[in-house]
Nanobody
Framework: QVQLVESGGGLVVAGGSLRLACVAS????????MGWFRQAPGQERKFVAS????????YYGDSVKGRFTISRDNAKNTVYLQMNSVKPEDTAVYYC????????????WGQGAQVTVSS
């Protein structure tokens, strides 16, 4: 079991920045990859970014490339999502998720953090 807790959400003006954090606990030694997803009202949950738990390889969704950066601090069991040049369309609930080394899907999810971008 892995527990994930997000923090850092809030209200930000378009063009501004915000940093989300996700702290993992439990069987963190079995994590293979961490990801960020988001879900806007009335829309499906979409992929934002991911990073290897022990490798630096990261991936980004097309809509956030060049604006968002995912990083991690293994000493703190924390993954970050730095959001720069935010846009109103970035408004959503952001979820972090953990994929274990033995599976191909994200099995563990946080409770979500609301990000609202005002124009």
């Amino acid at each position: 079991q892995v527990q994930l807790v997000e923090s850092g959400g809030g209200l930000v003006v378009a063009g501004g920045s915000l940093r989300l954090a996700c702290v993992a606990s439990g069987r963190t030694f079995s994590i293979g990859r961490m990801g960020w997803f988001r879900q806007a009202p009335g829309q499906e949950r979409k992929f934002v970014a991911s990073i290897g738990w022990t490798s630096p390889i990261s991936y980004y969704g097309d809509s956030v490339k060049g604006r968002f950066t995912i990083s991690r601090d293994n000493a703190k069991n924390t993954v970050y999502l730095q959001m720069n040049s935010v846009k109103p369309e970035d408004t959503a609930v952001y979820y972090c998720a953990a994929k274990m080394t033995t599976t191909d899907q994200y099995d563990y999810w946080g409770q979500g953090a609301q990000v609202t971008v005002s124009s």
